[in-house]
């Protein structure tokens, strides 16, 4: 069992997805900018727009525990921004977190998933609807919504299921946007069986 790799480990749904997939039995290793510590977890420090920092992390979380199982791309730069708004390096920087790291990590790992024929790729979605006053999130997460059809037109042939969980509300604890509910998404789509679902839209509706 190789386990689950989580970037963007923070407190929210980063960190409820690591304890979802612990409950299961499965190994944990998480990757943040700083370190991050959960029982039971292995930390990795890389900045998700890093490259070669990213790579080296996740290098090193498959020598020791394998291919992953499951990866989860949960990192996003947050920020209103009308249209613009911010400077083209700033939304440059955004598109980095929210889609190229994506993008570098998925490519990194799908291969290996695909050489085995099994695999999941997560990625933490949101914005079903754009909104004005957040450009360059909604930029990033129409730029996600793609990447997981490309992901999946290429790689899902070889038996690797990609898919995006979309959050359609602000995360917190005791809501409707709870990260524990959210995080059953992810481990849904990870035991789901083929026709795979490429997209859970998470509106608080239950």
Same mark, same amino acid.
Not at 6 to 25: C, D, K, L, M
Not at 43 to 64: G, I, K, M, P, Q
Not at 119 to 130: A, D, K, Q, R, Y
């Given at each position: 069992?190789? $386990?689950?790799?989580?970037? $963007? +480990? ?13 409950? &299961? ?32 992390? %996740?290098?090193?979380?498959?020598? &020791? ?7 989860? @791309? ?9 249209? $613009? ?6 939304? %440059? ?13 998925? +490519?990194?790992? +799908? ?22 006053? @957040? ?11 793609? %990447?997981?059809?490309? %992901?999946?037109?290429? @790689?899902?042939?070889?038996?690797? *299921? ?9 995360? +917190? ?25 490429? &997209?859970?839209? *998470?509106?608080?509706?239950?």
């Amino acid at each position: 069992m190789s $386990g689950v790799v989580i970037i $963007g +480990a923070g407190p929210g749904i980063g960190q409820a997805v690591a304890r979802r997939f612990a409950r &299961e039995g499965l190994p944990v290793a998480l990757v943040a900018r700083t370190e991050r510590t959960m029982p039971g977890a292995r930390s990795f420090v890389a900045d998700s727009t890093d490259e070669d920092a990213l790579r080296a992390a %996740l290098d090193a979380a498959a020598a &020791e525990f394998g291919t992953p199982d499951v990866l989860v @791309y949960n990192a996003a730069l947050i920020q209103p921004d009308a249209p $613009g708004e911010l400077p083209a390096r700033a939304q %440059l920087d955004a598109w980095a977190v929210n889609v190229v790291g994506a993008l570098t990590a998925a +490519a990194h790992v +799908a291969p290996a998933m695909a050489d085995r024929g099994s695999g999941t790729i997560l990625v933490t979605g949101g914005m079903p609807e754009p909104k004005p006053e @957040y450009v360059s999130l909604s930029l990033g997460k129409a730029g996600v919504r793609t %990447l997981v059809a490309l %992901l999946d037109a290429r @790689y899902g042939p070889a038996g690797v *299921h990609v898919a995006s969980v979309t959050v359609a509300g602000p995360v +917190a604890p005791g809501t409707a946007f709870d990260p524990d509910d959210i995080a059953e998404h992810y481990w849904d789509l990870h035991t789901q069986q083929r026709p795979w679902s490429i &997209e859970v839209v *998470h509106d608080g509706r239950g």
